[in-house]
C-alpha cells in the first residue's frame, strides 16, 4: 500500500506540473545563473593534481555517446594523477535542460552497464568540502580484473543531490515555478588494486581530490558543480 499511494502521489504532481507549465510561461534558469563552461572553469591542474593522459575515464559506447551528445550541452572526461601516483577519473556532463528524466541515460549504473561492468551499490557518502559538503552515491564496477570504486552525484541550478524522488521533487517545485533547472551529472572513479576488497577508505583518494577541486573551481560557479 505505501508502494501505490507513492505511485499516486507522483502521478498527481506530475498532472500538477503539467498544469503549471501549460500557465506559466517557462524560464531556463540557465540564463539568469553563473554560466557553465566546464573546459575553461576545471583547471588542468590544481593541488597538485594535474591530468594524465594514459588513463582513460570509461566512456559510452558511439551509438550511446551519439545520444548523450543530443541531451547535453558539455561533457568533460579526465584522469588525474599526483605526485603519489594516485589516479582519479573524473566526468562531468551538463544540460540546459533538466526538466525530464531523459538524460539519466549518463547515469554510472547505466553507463557502465552499457560497457558490460557488473554495477553494485556501495551505501552513500558525505563528501565534507571547504563550505557544507555533498552526499554522493556510492557504487562499484567490476568488469574482469577491473575494480572501480565510483562515486557520483547530480545538481539542479545550485542544489546537490542524487537520482530518485528528491530529484523529482525539486524538478517539480521547479516547474510549478515555472522554471526549467539546468544542472549536471559529476562523477569521479579510481582503479581499486586487484584482488583488494572495496571498502569506505577505497573512496579516500576520491574525497581529497573532490575537496581539492572544490577548491579550484572559481568561487561565484562552485554552487553549480556542489551545491549551495
Known amino acids: 500500500m505505501p508502494l501505490l499511494r507513492a505511485i499516486w502521489l507522483l502521478a498527481a504532481m506530475l498532472i500538477a506540473v503539467g498544469l503549471a507549465q501549460g500557465l506559466k510561461p517557462i524560464r531556463l534558469m540557465a540564463d539568469r545563473l553563473p554560466a557553465i563552461d566546464l573546459k575553461a572553469q576545471v583547471p588542468d591542474e590544481f593541488s597538485g593534481w594535474k591530468l594524465d593522459p594514459d588513463t582513460a575515464p570509461v566512456l559510452p559506447d558511439p551509438s550511446l555517446q551519439q545520444r548523450l551528445d543530443s ?3 558539455q561533457t568533460l572526461a579526465r584522469t588525474y594523477v599526483n605526485a603519489q601516483g594516485e589516479r582519479v577519473m573524473l566526468t562531468i556532463a551538463y544540460g540546459r535542460d533538466q526538466s525530464s528524466e531523459a538524460t539519466a541515460v549518463h547515469r554510472p549504473e ?10 553494485r551499490g556501495a551505501g552513500i557518502g558525505r563528501v565534507a568540502l571547504p563550505a557544507g559538503q555533498v552526499t554522493v552515491q556510492r557504487l562499484v564496477g567490476r568488469l574482469g580484473p577491473r575494480v572501480e570504486p565510483i562515486s557520483y552525484w547530480v545538481t539542479l ?26 544542472g549536471m551529472l559529476v ?25 581539492d577541486l572544490a577548491r ?8 553549480r558543480y556542489f551545491g549551495a
Open 187 to 211: 562523477r569521479v572513479s579510481t582503479l581499486a588494486k586487484p584482488g583488494a576488497e572495496v571498502s569506505p577508505a577505497s573512496y579516500a583518494t576520491q574525497d581529497r581530490f573532490l575537496q
Open 71 to 73: 541531451l547535453y550541452d
Open 157 to 182: 541550478a545550485e542544489e546537490a543531490t542524487l537520482p530518485g524522488v528528491g530529484r523529482k521533487l525539486e524538478q517539480l517545485r521547479h516547474g510549478l515555478e515555472g522554471e526549467v533547472a539546468d
Open 216 to 223: 579550484a573551481l572559481p568561487q561565484a560557479v562552485r554552487p
Open 110 to 119: 547505466f553507463c557502465y552497464g552499457a560497457q558490460g561492468f557488473d554495477v
